[in-house]
């Protein structure tokens, strides 16, 4: 039996709609797509990322009009296995990345993906940031995020701790070495304010092996008492695009973004929040509650295709903090039952 299928306008969230289009099995069409544009239709990077759930699924059937303005999409099954792909260079690796690891655990076969492209850039998150941050998310929910292990149980997590420890992961490429001392102190100046237990990697390349681009970035990562990490990230503005960024803005503005995330709170970072909730929602169909700060305009915008898709509705509590300011801003407790969802072409064993 067909099923039923979606129609949006326009190409806002076009990763959203297309991943959970490929997890319900919804078709779903996507029509003015910058219709009204000089250059109007899909971005070669939507173009590629397209080709990737394509080379990841078994069955899928996708039609482009002429101009690029209509998309149809009707997903096959979710195959998995060894898969390489060139990604388009207007966006970095985590682009793709963050869309494979809301698919992956629910493919027939383990999905091992070689993707090429470039590795950071101002919009997407970089690769270090999902390892430390995503991973253990999916660590939360009984999921290897180096293989499938299980599916998504079912989770509660209400508890919140105060920061542990800070670690800085900071690269610079064919650029002076001196970019990243001056990187590490302007942001240390922040942070050291509030802990002093800072842990300092860095990554200075230069030759072949440093690429093409020159530039610096900064992750930041927070550990809390009870093992949650939040996270925080700036990267230079990319050669003759915009305005220079100075490594004394950088690191103190990213020192910034991570005190901003963590006066937010929450058991999980609002980059990895749509993360948690697709688990949530494909989950054993228990209840599973989880803590956020406030909650993203990404995530505000997730929740309602998810209802579209899943027809999944989360019960959404405020919570207040306690008089003791340290509990940062107010909390969100999402609660739902998951739909127990399965990939029928998987085998038992």
């Known amino acids: ?183 590490v102190d302007s942001a240390r100046s922040i942070l050291n304010k509030f802990i002093p237990d800072i842990y300092i990697y860095t990554d200075h390349m230069k030759g072949d092996k440093s690429g093409k681009s020159p530039g610096f970035g900064l992750t930041l990562v927070a550990e809390t008492l009870n093992g949650t990490f939040l996270s925080a990230e700036q990267v230079s503005t990319p050669q003759g695009q915009g305005d220079p960024v100075l490594p004394e803005d950088l690191g103190r503005n990213c020192a910034k973004l991570l005190l901003e995330e963590i006066y937010r709170g929450g058991c999980i970072d609002s980059a990895n929040q749509s993360l948690a909730l697709v688990y949530m929602t494909l989950g054993q169909q228990d209840v599973s509650k989880v803590l956020l700060g406030h909650l993203s305009p990404y995530t505000i915008e997730f929740l309602r295709h998810m209802r579209d898709f899943f027809q999944m509705m989360f019960k959404i509590e405020t919570q207040k903090p306690a008089e003791d300011e340290r509990k940062g801003g107010d909390k969100v407790l999402m609660t739902c039952v998951g739909a127990g969802y399965t990939n029928i072409s998987k085998s038992i064993k």
Do not use: W
């Open 1 to 183: 039996m067909a099923s039923q299928g979606l129609t949006y306008d326009g190409c806002n969230f076009f990763r959203q709609r297309l991943v959970l289009s490929t997890l319900s099995g919804k078709r779903v069409k996507i029509r003015n797509i910058r219709s009204k544009d000089d250059n109007p239709g899909l971005r070669d990077f939507e173009a590629s990322f397209i080709r990737l759930l394509d080379k990841i699924t078994n069955g899928t059937r996708i039609e482009i009009n002429q101009t690029g303005t209509v998309l149809f999409y009707q997903p096959g099954l979710l195959y998995g296995g060894v898969v390489e792909h060139e990604c388009n260079t207007q966006r970095s690796v985590g682009y793709y990345l963050e869309a494979l690891l809301m698919l992956a655990p629910f493919m027939k076969n383990p999905l091992k993906a070689v993707l090429k492209g470039v590795t950071n850039d101002p919009t997407d998150p970089s690769v270090d940031q999902l390892k430390y941050t995503s991973i253990p998310v999916m660590k939360r929910f009984g999921i290897d995020g180096e293989g499938v292990l299980t599916p998504a149980k079912c989770m509660e997590v209400r508890s919140f701790c105060l920061c542990l420890r800070t670690c800085i992961f900071l690269y610079s490429v064919r650029v002076s070495p001196q970019m990243a001392n001056r990187i």
